[in-house]
């Protein structure tokens, strides 16, 4: 069973940055850095919306609210997923998930929100003005 797990959520003035982390542990598709790994992000009363996913070799995609400003990494040796957020804004105020699948290209899997079986708990991410 896949477990996942955030940290690096919190309050932060507009503006400013922070670093979400996501730790996964456990084996079903074979080799762990195979899985599609993605964030996602979900404020009250909206849909779950896609953030940024990156795949095996890689490749990244990111929603166009947050490209140039979010970076989605990965550190495999470590089974940890990344998401540097700058120059954060209002708008970005929301629970942040990270998800993880079977193997598919990042861009593909952006959009997919069922796609991704496995979730961890959240981080809030609240960026005031």
């Known amino acids: 069973q896949v477990q996942l797990v955030e940290s690096g959520g919190g309050s932060v003035q507009a503006g400013g940055s922070l670093r979400l982390s996501c730790v996964a542990s456990?084996?079903?598709?074979?080799?762990?850095?195979?899985?599609?790994m993605g964030w996602f992000r979900q404020a009250p009363g909206k849909e779950r919306e896609g953030v940024a996913t990156?795949?095996?070799?890689?490749?990244?995609a990111y929603a166009a609210s947050v490209k140039g400003r979010f970076t989605v990494t990965k550190d495999n040796a470590k089974n940890t997923l990344f998401l540097q957020m700058n120059n954060l804004k209002p708008e970005d105020t929301a629970m942040y998930y990270c998800?993880?699948?079977?193997?598919?290209?990042?861009?593909?899997?952006?959009?997919?929100?069922?796609?991704?079986?496995?979730w961890g708990q959240g981080t809030q991410v609240t960026v005031y003005s």
């Open positions: 998800a993880a699948g079977a193997p598919m290209s990042a861009i593909d899997a952006l959009g997919v929100v069922g796609y991704f079986g496995y």
């Open positions: 990156i795949d095996s070799d890689g490749s990244t």
């Open positions: 456990g084996y079903t598709y074979g080799s762990r850095n195979r899985y599609v």
